[in-house]
C-alpha cells in the first residue's frame, strides 16, 4: 500500500506543480499590434530642398518592454528621386505608443501629377504586426 500511495502523492503534487506553472503562463498578457499610418506631404518648391513625410508606428497598447519593427520603401507612381528610398528599425520605447518613421521627399521643378510610394513593417519583436503597409502621398508643387 506504501507504494501506491507515495506514487500518489507525487502525482498529485507534480500536477499541481504543473498547473502553477500555466498560471503563470497564462498570466503573461497578449502582445501589442503594431500598425503604421499614412502620411502626406506637398513636394518642396525648389529641386534641392527636402521635406520628412512621417509616417506614425503605433501600438495597440503600451508595452513593459521594448518593441522594435523594421520597415522598408516600396515605390509606387512615385519613384527614387521623388523620395529617397530607406529601411531601417524603428524602436517603440517601453511605456511609450508610438514612434516615428522620417522619409525624406525630394522637391523637383517637373509637372506630376500626385504620387505614391510605400512604407511597410516586418520582424516585429515584442509586436504583432496588424497593418503593416502604409501609403504616402505626394502633392506636386509644379
Ligand atoms: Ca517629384
Ligand atoms: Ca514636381
Given amino acids: 500500500m506504501r507504494p501506491v500511495n507515495r506514487t500518489r502523492i507525487a502525482a498529485v503534487f507534480l500536477a499541481a506543480s504543473f ?18 499610418k499614412d502620411a502626406a506631404v506637398t513636394e518642396p518648391q525648389e529641386e534641392l530642398d ?33 523620395y529617397d528610398p530607406e529601411s531601417g528599425r524603428v524602436k517603440i520605447k517601453a511605456g511609450e505608443k508610438s514612434a516615428k518613421v522620417k522619409i525624406t521627399v525630394n522637391g523637383d521643378e517637373e509637372v506630376e501629377v500626385v504620387e505614391e510610394f510605400g512604407v511597410s513593417l516586418y520582424e516585429p519583436k515584442g ?16
Fill in 50 to 82: 527636402t521635406v520628412d513625410a512621417v509616417f506614425r508606428v503605433t501600438l495597440s497598447k503600451k508595452s513593459d518592454d521594448i518593441v522594435k519593427v523594421s520597415y522598408d520603401t516600396g515605390s509606387g507612381s512615385a519613384g527614387p528621386g521623388d
Fill in 127 to 142: 509586436a504583432k504586426i496588424d497593418d503593416g503597409s502604409a501609403t504616402g502621398t505626394i502633392t506636386d508643387s509644379d
Fill in 19 to 36: 498547473g502553477l506553472h500555466g498560471g503563470a503562463g497564462q498570466a503573461s498578457a497578449a502582445k501589442p499590434k503594431v500598425s503604421i
